[in-house]
């Protein structure tokens, strides 16, 4: 069933894109093969699809449905999110001036008297804003304009793509000259597109979380200091047993008190199957440091859940290479609980600038007893006689020999992470062997 479900978006585009070309094959005001304005209408209207049919994948991706998510994870999905939001733009913005200047030409008008006319069409204002919305949407998300706003305001902004695409629906179904009542069939298979993409929006962004909610009545149980910056929330709830994790996975986190309501953050599920759910927070900005400071145990909790391929699942050996920086302990504590109970070779190097930055010590160190070697590496530590210094490829060969034969599991800052992904690399660890998760959407 997923995986039909997985070509039924690709099928349901292609047919749109062979209403395209059959109607601009055929059509004479549409001709493909017309050399005069027909030409600038039946490109017009094919970037108006490709356009339509970019941002609706674009929302395919980030929807969070399980019919694709368990095959790439949700952070890949991202970041192919904000890749192919650099390109869809581009069919948006030259769809209007064909068109225009289809009809300008037709008309013998000039291009700006047509423009204003052409935004007197019917729903044609409306996806004008829709389009202006979604572009926003797109610009605010650039590299350079990103950086100057916080997580939340863009966030807010980027939200407004959905009323964008809401706007433009109308414009669609009835100017849209291939996919319009006119033609039945083709009309039809817009409707599915757009029912697809809203029913998995509605439900795994939406309705999910609160049927979890609803059936797992999740509750912050005890909150406790690991350290002088990270806390640890046990959450409680019913019927757990049938609420199934993987350790290495994580949930986004809407706490329903005042404030936090407002905003669902991810965070690592820290311990592994059967150890409760539990999760560790490291004091970074806003929203942290006020569940710090003001996060009572009691408080209901929205998980919407579990998300991740950063798993044994992924495993190609038998023997594992974790290797932590900083909070990113948080996915590797729960992957070391899981494979040292299972018996599985396993060896954890976990870099801090402190001793008293060691996240879970007195746990690792019963998992230690258990058979999980366990290497501190310490960058700032006055008189630690333990390794010092930054972890690199050449640190961790000479603490493993074997790494080569190994799955490397990596979470922490990204340089540390990219530095390590290049260097196992070069010394000769396959690609496939090396997971890792970035603690950023
Ligand atoms: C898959 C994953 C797992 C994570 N696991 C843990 C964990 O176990 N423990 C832990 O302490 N942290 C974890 N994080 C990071 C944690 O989500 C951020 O530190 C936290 O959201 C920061 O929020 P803030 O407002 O306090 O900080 P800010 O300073 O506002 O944000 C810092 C950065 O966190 C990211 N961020 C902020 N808000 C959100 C949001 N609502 N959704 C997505 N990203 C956001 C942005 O990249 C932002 O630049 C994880 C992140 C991801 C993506």
New binding site residues.
């Given amino acids: 069933m997923k995986r039909f479900t997985l070509v039924l978006f690709p099928l349901a585009a292609a047919a749109a894109l062979a209403a395209w070309y059959s109607n601009s094959a055929t059509a004479p005001a549409g001709s493909l093969f017309s050399d005069g304005p027909g030409l600038l209408l039946a490109f017009g209207r094919l970037a108006g699809i490709t356009g339509a049919l970019g941002v609706l994948a674009q929302l395919l991706l980030v929807s969070r449905a399980s019919w694709l998510e368990p095959f790439v994870g949700?952070?890949r999905l991202t970041r192919w999110h904000h890749v192919f939001g650099l390109v869809v733009p581009l069919a948006l913005l030259v769809h209007p001036p064909l068109i225009v200047w289809h009809h300008a030409l037709q008309n013998g008008s000039g291009f700006i008297a047509q423009y204003l006319d052409v935004l007197r069409w019917e729903d044609v204002l409306a996806a004008a804003a829709g389009e202006a919305l979604i572009l926003l949407a797109v610009f605010l998300s650039l590299p350079f304009t990103r950086r100057r706003l916080?997580?939340?305001t863009w966030?807010t902004v980027h939200l407004g793509a959905y009323i964008g695409l809401a706007l433009s629906i109308g414009h669609q179904l009835e100017l849209g000259g291939d996919i319009n009542a006119e033609s039945r069939l083709f009309a039809g298979d817009w409707y599915l597109i757009l029912s697809f993409v809203t029913a998995n929006l509605l439900w795994f962004r939406l309705l999910k979380p609160l049927w979890l909610y609803r059936r797992h009545r999740f509750t912050v149980a005890a909150t406790r200091m690991e350290t002088d910056s990270?806390m640890s929330v046990q959450l409680e709830g019913r019927e757990l047993d049938n609420f199934s994790v993987e350790a290495g996975q994580?949930a986004?986190l809407r706490f329903w008190a005042p404030y936090f309501r407002w905003?669902?953050?991810?965070?690592?599920f820290?311990r592994e199957p059967g150890g409760g759910l539990r999760?560790?927070?490291?004091?970074?900005?806003?929203?942290?440091?006020r569940l710090h400071a003001g996060l009572k145990p009691g408080t209901p909790v929205i998980l919407d859940g579990p998300y991740?391929v950063f798993t044994a699942a992924r495993m190609r050996r038998r023997k594992a290479l974790l290797v932590a920086g900083g909070?990113g302990i948080?996915?590797l504590r729960a992957l070391a609980g899981q494979l040292t109970a299972e018996g599985e070779d396993c060896i954890l190097v976990y870099a801090n600038r402190r001793r008293s930055d060691i996240v879970f010590a007195d746990e690792l160190a019963a998992l230690e007893k258990a058979g999980l070697k366990v290497v501190h590496v310490l960058a700032d530590e006055p008189g630690w006689t333990g390794e010092k210094g930054v972890v690199d490829a050449a640190m961790l060969a000479r603490l493993a020999p074997d790494f080569a034969g190994r799955d490397a599991f990596l979470c922490g800052p990204p340089p540390m992470m990219a530095a390590l992904r290049r260097g196992l690399k070069a010394a000769g660890m396959p690609e496939e062997n090396i997971h890792y998760?970035?603690?950023?959407?």
């Fill in positions: 949700l952070d916080g997580y939340e966030h990270v994580f986004l905003q669902a953050h991810p965070f690592s820290s999760f560790s927070i490291k004091k970074l900005g806003d929203f942290t440091a991740g909070i948080t996915p998760e970035a603690f950023s959407l």
